[in-house]
Protein backbone atom coordinates (compact mmCIF):
# COMPACT_ATOMS: atom_id res chain seq x y z
CA UNK A 1 0.00 0.00 0.00
CA UNK A 2 2.82 2.49 0.93
CA UNK A 3 4.46 1.64 -2.49
CA UNK A 4 1.15 2.31 -4.40
CA UNK A 5 0.77 5.65 -2.95
CA UNK A 6 4.06 6.93 -3.08
CA UNK A 7 3.78 6.14 -6.96
CA UNK A 8 0.11 7.60 -7.18
CA UNK A 9 0.16 10.95 -5.05
CA UNK A 10 -3.53 11.18 -5.98
CA UNK A 11 -4.14 8.09 -3.76
CA UNK A 12 -2.75 9.45 -1.30
CA UNK A 13 -4.89 12.95 -1.26
CA UNK A 14 -8.00 10.17 -1.38
CA UNK A 15 -7.15 8.72 2.04
CA UNK A 16 -6.65 12.15 3.43
CA UNK A 17 -10.07 13.69 1.89
CA UNK A 18 -11.26 10.01 3.68
CA UNK A 19 -9.97 9.98 6.86
CA UNK A 20 -10.82 13.95 7.22
CA UNK A 21 -13.87 13.76 6.30
CA UNK A 22 -14.60 11.09 9.20
CA UNK A 23 -12.62 12.84 11.47
CA UNK A 24 -15.08 15.97 10.83
CA UNK A 25 -18.07 14.14 11.24
CA UNK A 26 -16.81 12.50 14.47
CA UNK A 27 -16.96 15.49 16.39
CA UNK A 28 -20.41 15.94 16.61
CA UNK A 29 -20.79 12.69 17.60
CA UNK A 30 -18.16 13.01 20.56
CA UNK A 31 -20.07 16.31 21.69
CA UNK A 32 -23.64 13.87 21.36
CA UNK A 33 -21.77 11.66 23.56
CA UNK A 34 -21.67 13.93 26.67
CA UNK A 35 -25.49 13.65 27.22
CA UNK A 36 -25.13 9.78 27.90
CA UNK A 37 -21.98 9.64 29.78
CA UNK A 38 -18.77 11.49 31.09
CA UNK A 39 -16.03 12.28 28.64
CA UNK A 40 -13.33 9.97 30.30
CA UNK A 41 -16.06 6.98 30.23
CA UNK A 42 -17.35 7.77 26.50
CA UNK A 43 -13.17 7.88 25.41
CA UNK A 44 -12.90 4.63 27.83
CA UNK A 45 -15.25 3.02 25.22
CA UNK A 46 -14.63 4.75 22.00
CA UNK A 47 -10.89 3.65 22.33
CA UNK A 48 -11.27 0.21 23.99
CA UNK A 49 -13.60 -0.62 20.70
CA UNK A 50 -10.91 0.33 18.29
CA UNK A 51 -8.20 -1.54 20.03
CA UNK A 52 -10.29 -4.54 19.82
CA UNK A 53 -11.48 -4.10 16.64
CA UNK A 54 -7.22 -3.45 15.78
CA UNK A 55 -5.89 -6.35 17.80
CA UNK A 56 -8.69 -8.57 15.18
CA UNK A 57 -7.58 -7.43 12.54
CA UNK A 58 -3.69 -8.14 13.54
CA UNK A 59 -4.54 -11.74 14.63
CA UNK A 60 -6.79 -12.28 11.44
CA UNK A 61 -3.46 -11.02 9.27
CA UNK A 62 -1.35 -13.01 11.21
CA UNK A 63 0.70 -9.44 11.58
CA UNK A 64 2.23 -10.72 15.02
CA UNK A 65 3.77 -8.46 18.01
CA UNK A 66 5.94 -5.88 17.57
CA UNK A 67 9.63 -6.36 18.26
CA UNK A 68 10.60 -6.45 22.05
CA UNK A 69 12.76 -2.87 21.40
CA UNK A 70 9.58 -1.16 20.12
CA UNK A 71 7.11 -1.77 23.14
CA UNK A 72 8.42 1.69 25.11
CA UNK A 73 7.92 3.61 22.24
CA UNK A 74 5.02 2.40 21.45
CA UNK A 75 3.90 3.38 25.02
CA UNK A 76 5.21 6.72 24.01
CA UNK A 77 3.08 7.24 21.19
CA UNK A 78 -0.23 5.75 22.56
CA UNK A 79 0.30 8.31 26.00
CA UNK A 80 0.62 11.18 23.77
CA UNK A 81 -1.90 10.55 20.90
CA UNK A 82 -4.24 9.12 22.48
CA UNK A 83 -4.50 9.07 26.53
CA UNK A 84 -3.38 13.01 26.68
CA UNK A 85 -5.13 13.85 23.47
CA UNK A 86 -8.84 12.56 24.13
CA UNK A 87 -9.37 12.81 27.76
CA UNK A 88 -7.98 16.44 27.48
CA UNK A 89 -10.45 17.40 24.59
CA UNK A 90 -13.54 15.25 25.21
CA UNK A 91 -12.78 16.50 29.45
CA UNK A 92 -12.45 20.61 27.37
CA UNK A 93 -15.88 19.64 25.21
CA UNK A 94 -17.76 20.45 28.59
CA UNK A 95 -16.98 23.59 27.96
CA UNK A 96 -15.65 24.26 24.95
CA UNK A 97 -18.21 23.82 21.67
CA UNK A 98 -17.48 21.23 19.79
CA UNK A 99 -16.93 23.53 16.01
CA UNK A 100 -14.63 25.62 18.60
CA UNK A 101 -13.05 22.54 19.80
CA UNK A 102 -12.26 20.76 16.64
CA UNK A 103 -10.62 24.52 15.52
CA UNK A 104 -7.97 24.27 18.29
CA UNK A 105 -7.01 20.92 18.19
CA UNK A 106 -6.16 21.44 14.20
CA UNK A 107 -3.78 23.87 15.38
CA UNK A 108 -1.62 20.76 15.40
CA UNK A 109 0.08 21.33 11.56
CA UNK A 110 1.46 24.18 13.40
CA UNK A 111 3.35 22.24 16.08
CA UNK A 112 4.15 19.72 14.18
CA UNK A 113 5.61 21.53 11.27
CA UNK A 114 7.99 23.41 14.01
CA UNK A 115 9.05 20.08 14.88
CA UNK A 116 9.12 18.35 11.73
CA UNK A 117 11.72 21.80 11.04
CA UNK A 118 13.55 22.00 14.22
CA UNK A 119 13.96 17.98 15.07
CA UNK A 120 13.55 16.04 11.92
CA UNK A 121 15.50 18.74 9.69
CA UNK A 122 12.97 19.00 7.29
CA UNK A 123 13.03 21.55 4.77
CA UNK A 124 9.85 24.10 5.05
CA UNK A 125 9.13 25.87 1.55
CA UNK A 126 8.26 29.45 1.42
CA UNK A 127 5.37 28.12 -0.41
CA UNK A 128 4.72 25.47 2.61
CA UNK A 129 5.13 28.50 4.68
CA UNK A 130 2.56 30.41 2.99
CA UNK A 131 0.17 27.76 3.16
CA UNK A 132 0.50 27.59 6.59
CA UNK A 133 0.18 30.71 7.72
CA UNK A 134 -3.11 31.14 5.29
CA UNK A 135 -4.61 27.88 7.04
CA UNK A 136 -3.55 29.18 10.70
CA UNK A 137 -4.96 32.36 9.85
CA UNK A 138 -8.53 30.68 8.67
CA UNK A 139 -8.64 28.83 11.77
CA UNK A 140 -8.53 32.28 13.91
CA UNK A 141 -10.70 33.44 11.66
CA UNK A 142 -13.51 30.78 12.37
CA UNK A 143 -13.11 31.15 15.90
CA UNK A 144 -13.63 35.12 15.98
CA UNK A 145 -12.31 37.23 18.16
CA UNK A 146 -14.31 36.04 21.32
CA UNK A 147 -11.00 33.54 22.15
CA UNK A 148 -8.90 36.57 22.89
CA UNK A 149 -11.49 38.46 25.10
CA UNK A 150 -14.15 36.06 26.56
CA UNK A 151 -14.05 36.47 30.30
CA UNK A 152 -15.94 32.60 31.27
CA UNK A 153 -12.63 31.07 32.98
CA UNK A 154 -14.00 27.48 31.85
CA UNK A 155 -14.05 28.11 28.59
CA UNK A 156 -10.54 29.50 29.26
CA UNK A 157 -9.11 26.38 30.81
CA UNK A 158 -11.07 24.16 28.38
CA UNK A 159 -9.10 25.95 25.62
CA UNK A 160 -5.93 25.68 26.98
CA UNK A 161 -6.19 22.13 27.27
CA UNK A 162 -7.51 21.41 23.88
CA UNK A 163 -4.32 23.47 22.68
CA UNK A 164 -1.50 21.37 24.91
CA UNK A 165 -3.09 18.17 23.19
CA UNK A 166 -2.30 19.81 19.40
CA UNK A 167 0.87 19.94 20.76
CA UNK A 168 1.45 16.36 22.05
CA UNK A 169 -0.56 14.80 19.15
CA UNK A 170 2.24 17.04 17.44
CA UNK A 171 5.30 15.61 20.05
CA UNK A 172 3.57 11.87 18.82
CA UNK A 173 3.64 12.43 15.26
CA UNK A 174 7.40 13.50 15.61
CA UNK A 175 8.50 10.46 17.68
CA UNK A 176 7.00 8.02 15.32
CA UNK A 177 8.90 9.96 12.30
CA UNK A 178 12.01 8.89 14.76
CA UNK A 179 11.64 5.95 16.84
CA UNK A 180 9.03 3.30 15.46
CA UNK A 181 10.88 0.95 13.40
CA UNK A 182 10.52 -2.66 11.72
CA UNK A 183 6.54 -2.40 12.80
CA UNK A 184 3.29 -2.25 9.62
CA UNK A 185 1.51 1.02 10.42
CA UNK A 186 -1.25 -1.52 11.92
CA UNK A 187 0.56 -3.06 14.18
CA UNK A 188 1.65 0.79 15.78
CA UNK A 189 -1.67 1.33 15.65
CA UNK A 190 -3.46 -1.25 16.99
CA UNK A 191 -0.40 -1.42 20.09
CA UNK A 192 -0.40 2.72 20.47
CA UNK A 193 -4.09 2.31 20.84
CA UNK A 194 -4.10 -0.13 23.33
CA UNK A 195 -1.54 1.11 25.57
CA UNK A 196 -2.88 4.74 25.18
CA UNK A 197 -6.72 3.32 26.35
CA UNK A 198 -5.10 2.20 29.31
CA UNK A 199 -3.93 5.58 30.26
CA UNK A 200 -7.87 6.18 29.62
CA UNK A 201 -9.44 3.84 31.42
CA UNK A 202 -7.02 4.63 34.60
CA UNK A 203 -7.95 8.24 34.14
CA UNK A 204 -11.90 7.13 34.36
CA UNK A 205 -11.47 4.98 37.14
CA UNK A 206 -10.26 7.68 38.76
CA UNK A 207 -12.58 10.60 37.90
CA UNK A 208 -15.82 8.80 36.64
CA UNK A 209 -16.23 5.79 38.69
CA UNK A 210 -19.82 5.58 39.74
CA UNK A 211 -21.40 7.82 37.50
CA UNK A 212 -24.07 6.80 35.53
CA UNK A 213 -23.58 5.80 31.68
CA UNK A 214 -27.16 5.48 29.18
CA UNK A 215 -26.30 3.17 26.79
CA UNK A 216 -29.10 2.80 23.98
CA UNK A 217 -29.01 2.81 20.49
CA UNK A 218 -27.63 6.07 20.02
CA UNK A 219 -25.00 6.05 22.01
CA UNK A 220 -23.83 2.88 21.27
CA UNK A 221 -23.92 3.92 17.69
CA UNK A 222 -21.77 6.74 18.74
CA UNK A 223 -19.20 4.66 20.37
CA UNK A 224 -19.05 2.43 17.46
CA UNK A 225 -18.56 5.29 14.68
CA UNK A 226 -15.77 6.54 16.74
CA UNK A 227 -14.53 3.59 17.50
CA UNK A 228 -14.57 1.25 14.64
CA UNK A 229 -14.09 3.71 11.90
CA UNK A 230 -12.56 7.38 13.09
CA UNK A 231 -10.40 5.81 15.67
CA UNK A 232 -9.66 2.31 14.32
CA UNK A 233 -9.75 3.01 10.67
CA UNK A 234 -8.21 6.29 10.70
CA UNK A 235 -5.33 6.15 12.59
CA UNK A 236 -4.21 3.30 10.99
CA UNK A 237 -4.24 4.99 7.54
CA UNK A 238 -2.90 8.42 9.35
CA UNK A 239 0.13 5.96 10.02
CA UNK A 240 0.41 4.74 6.47
CA UNK A 241 0.29 8.56 5.81
CA UNK A 242 2.61 9.56 7.55
CA UNK A 243 5.23 6.87 6.06
CA UNK A 244 4.95 7.80 2.66
CA UNK A 245 4.48 11.69 2.30
CA UNK A 246 6.43 14.21 4.73
CA UNK A 247 4.76 15.18 7.89
CA UNK A 248 4.46 18.89 6.82
CA UNK A 249 1.80 18.38 4.10
CA UNK A 250 0.43 15.51 6.22
CA UNK A 251 -0.75 17.54 9.06
CA UNK A 252 -1.68 20.78 6.94
CA UNK A 253 -4.03 18.32 5.52
CA UNK A 254 -6.16 17.96 8.48
CA UNK A 255 -6.85 20.94 8.90
CA UNK A 256 -10.09 20.09 6.58
CA UNK A 257 -11.34 18.62 9.69
CA UNK A 258 -12.92 21.25 11.51
CA UNK A 259 -13.83 22.69 8.25
CA UNK A 260 -16.03 19.31 7.86
CA UNK A 261 -16.69 19.20 11.43
CA UNK A 262 -18.34 22.75 11.32
CA UNK A 263 -20.26 22.06 8.05
CA UNK A 264 -22.06 18.58 9.65
CA UNK A 265 -22.67 20.59 12.81
CA UNK A 266 -24.42 23.16 10.74
CA UNK A 267 -26.19 20.27 9.02
CA UNK A 268 -26.96 17.87 11.79
CA UNK A 269 -27.37 19.96 15.01
CA UNK A 270 -28.64 22.96 13.05
CA UNK A 271 -25.59 25.24 14.66
CA UNK A 272 -25.26 28.46 13.04
CA UNK A 273 -22.54 29.03 10.33
CA UNK A 274 -21.48 32.58 10.24
CA UNK A 275 -19.39 35.01 7.38
CA UNK A 276 -16.50 34.07 9.17
CA UNK A 277 -16.84 30.58 9.10
CA UNK A 278 -17.44 30.29 5.60
CA UNK A 279 -14.06 32.96 4.81
CA UNK A 280 -12.16 31.00 7.55
CA UNK A 281 -13.06 27.75 5.91
CA UNK A 282 -11.93 28.71 2.34
CA UNK A 283 -9.11 30.22 3.63
CA UNK A 284 -7.90 26.68 5.04
CA UNK A 285 -8.68 25.18 1.52
CA UNK A 286 -6.29 28.25 -0.18
CA UNK A 287 -3.48 27.25 1.99
CA UNK A 288 -3.51 23.66 1.82
CA UNK A 289 -3.76 24.32 -1.83
CA UNK A 290 -0.78 26.89 -1.82
CA UNK A 291 1.26 24.36 0.35
CA UNK A 292 0.25 21.23 -2.50
CA UNK A 293 1.12 23.72 -5.74
CA UNK A 294 4.64 24.74 -3.89
CA UNK A 295 5.24 20.94 -3.00
CA UNK A 296 4.85 20.31 -6.87
CA UNK A 297 6.89 23.20 -7.83
CA UNK A 298 10.25 21.67 -5.81
CA UNK A 299 9.19 18.48 -6.95
CA UNK A 300 9.64 19.38 -10.21
CA UNK A 301 12.77 21.25 -10.12
CA UNK A 302 14.50 18.72 -8.26
CA UNK A 303 13.87 16.36 -11.04
CA UNK A 304 14.71 18.98 -13.57
CA UNK A 305 18.48 19.25 -11.24
CA UNK A 306 18.31 15.28 -11.12
CA UNK A 307 18.20 15.19 -15.09
CA UNK A 308 20.49 17.86 -15.52
Sequence with gaps: MEYFMRQRKWAAWLLIV????????????MKASLNF????????????????TLLIAVWLLKSGKPPRSMWKHLVVVGVLQTTIVFTFVMYAMQFVDAGKSSVLLYSMPLWSSIFAVKILGEKITSGKVAGLVVGMAGLITILGW??????DPAVIFGEMLIIVAAVSWAGANVYYRTRIKRMT??????????????????????????EPVTLNSESLFYILFTGVLASALC?????VLLSVIDMITATLSTLLVPVFGLFFGWVILDEEL???????????IVGIGMAQIAGKKKAGLQRKADSG
Excluded: N
Design 235 to 239: FTLWF
Design 18 to 29: MITLIWGYAWVF
Design 274 to 284: TASIMTGSVMI
Design 37 to 52: MGPFTFSAFRFGTGTV
Design 185 to 210: QLQVSAYQMLFGTLGIFIATLFAEWG
Design 146 to 151: DIFFVQ
